[in-house]
């Protein structure tokens, strides 16, 4: 069965440092990934999304994500980090007519 | 430009009364419809989801219902709360599978 593991929970980083979010994935075929992001009491937002293509893609707020088919792995990055970053992020891959959602990486930045 | 509305964005329910939360899209046409479930800091659970009118999925069999009664309006139903209906309900539409989806901006259920 298709299942979506981000294995961070919550992740701390400092204002201004870079980030990397980790989202690995199991799906048969040739995977439609996406980054989602969702700030408190607010509905989620598309930050990029992977087809085909060029493995590196990139997305809104200045972040990036890079397919890794060998590592089934869809990684989220920024290379400096904003306080208004501060949110939950959630990865997914396309299965049929649903979405199979990540369970989230919570985003805390220090000042 | 498409467009989801969802309402509405707070709701406090006693235990036995009855739920309807409506979700509708502007600007496009037959498409897929979804209700999400987010319980406190966790991911996003798939309630429902619909590909046309009057067609139904159910993924969580439990107390809630799903209908779309029009091509662009989805609601979520119970006849019933229970406490464990707490949480924030998302509605999302996509044009079809292998596209991103569109969220609503969620509605707060607490049900006391």
């Known amino acids: 069965a298709q299942s979506v593991t981000q294995p961070d929970i919550h992740i701390t980083v400092s204002e201004g440092a870079s980030l990397e979010l980790r989202c690995n994935y199991s799906?048969?075929?040739?995977?439609?990934l996406f980054w989602y992001v969702q700030s408190p009491g607010q509905g989620l937002q598309l930050l990029l999304k992977?087809?085909?293509?060029d493995t590196l893609v990139q997305g809104i707020k200045g972040f990036e994500a890079e397919f890794k088919r060998s590592q089934s792995s869809f990684n989220l990055r920024k290379p400096s980090v904003h306080w208004s970053d501060a949110a939950e992020y959630f990865c997914?891959?396309?299965?049929?007519?649903?979405?199979?959602w990540g369970a989230g990486t919570k985003l805390i930045i220090k000042p | 430009s498409q467009t989801i509305h969802q309402w509405p964005a707070t709701l406090v329910q006693p235990v036995g009364s009855p739920l309807s939360l409506e979700c509708t899209v502007e600007?496009?046409?037959?498409?897929?419809l979804y209700w999400y479930r987010q319980a406190a800091g966790r991911g996003l659970q798939l309630l429902f989801y619909?590909?046309?009118?009057?067609?139904i999925s159910s993924e969580v069999p439990q107390n809630l219902s799903a209908s779309r009664p029009q091509d662009r309006q989805f609601i979520l139903s119970s006849k019933k709360l229970l406490l464990s209906d707490s949480g924030f309900y998302l509605c999302?539409?996509?044009?079809?599978?292998?596209?991103?989806?569109?969220f609503g901006q969620g509605t707060r259920l607490t049900v006391v």
């Open positions: 997914a891959v396309d299965s049929n007519y649903q979405l199979i």
């Open positions: 992977y087809f085909s293509g």
């Open positions: 999302a539409w996509r044009v079809d599978m292998n596209t991103e989806a569109f």
């Open positions: 600007g496009t046409s037959n498409p897929n």
């Open positions: 799906y048969g075929a040739t995977p439609y």
């Open positions: 619909s590909v046309g009118i009057g067609q």
